[in-house]
């Protein structure tokens, strides 16, 4: 088994798991409906992708 040589202080153990953050998802526009959506991903507004529609998107009815 692996044995650590020295020991590791607390400063130094913690401060490994220091910089686990959430992050905010990357928002792009879409270049179709110009509607804000995340980056690689399908636009949930108009169903575009890379230039081409990918899914079929039901309107609400008003």
Partial sequence: MAVPKH??????????????????????????CHELKQNHRVCRYCGYYDGAQKVEVKKAND
């Avoid at 202080?9 to 179709?32: D, H, T, V």
């Fill in 7 to 32: 020991k590791v202080s607390k400063q130094a153990g913690n401060s490994r798991f220091a910089n686990w953050k959430i992050k905010n998802p990357s928002i792009s526009e879409c270049p179709q």
